[in-house]
């Protein structure tokens, strides 16, 4: 298992992972009968911003492209409490929940509330928050990036520690 204090997160690399693949071809869709991409491009961009693949954590990539291989953590959102990777995140202590708007950057997880959705947060300045997200089928350039308004969410940061 990693020790937090060995982790470091590099929010702007997550950020730029999630905008150079906003708009590939989700690895998991309806299209291939296994569901929805989006937990799985979030933990792909947090995990190419530092966090490490925990085999033990369940919290690691598919090694063939199917849902089978790939970590409960990983793939899920958390929203039906059977694991996923907001509850991973807060639970390692790398991610906590901020209720301030305006405090959330780049690099942060927004986690839909009454649904099984998420996305990482591409923007932050204090007033406005963009964010990019996969779903079950490939976006267009032009919905790549998503501003928030006034979506039923929740954000999470990453903590000072491993900043």
Not at 18 to 31: N, Y
Not at 80 to 95: H, I, L, R, S
Not at 108 to 122: E, G, P, Q, R
Request: aromatic content about 14%; glycine content about 8%.
């Amino acid at each position: 298992m990693t020790a937090k204090a060995t982790v470091s997160y590099d929010r702007i690399e997550a950020r730029d992972y999630a905008l150079d693949h906003a708009t590939d071809t989700p690895e998991f869709s309806k299209a291939n009968k296994q569901g929805s991409d989006c937990a799985n491009f979030v933990s792909k961009s947090i995990n190419a911003g530092g966090i490490p693949v925990d085999k033990s954590g369940k919290w690691y990539p598919s090694s063939d492209g199917t849902i089978n291989t790939c970590g409960d953590n990983w793939m899920r959102t958390g929203y039906y409490q059977n694991g996923g990777v907001v509850p991973y995140m807060t639970d390692k202590g790398y991610f906590y929940e901020q209720s301030n708007t305006g405090k959330v950057f780049a690099g942060s997880i927004m986690y839909w509330n009454k649904t099984s959705h998420v996305a990482l947060v591409t923007y932050g300045d204090g007033s406005k928050i963009e964010y990019t997200q996969h779903s079950n089928k490939k976006l267009f350039s032009s919905a790549a990036t998503v501003v928030y308004e006034a979506e039923n969410a929740t954000f999470y940061m990453p903590s000072s520690s491993i900043l």
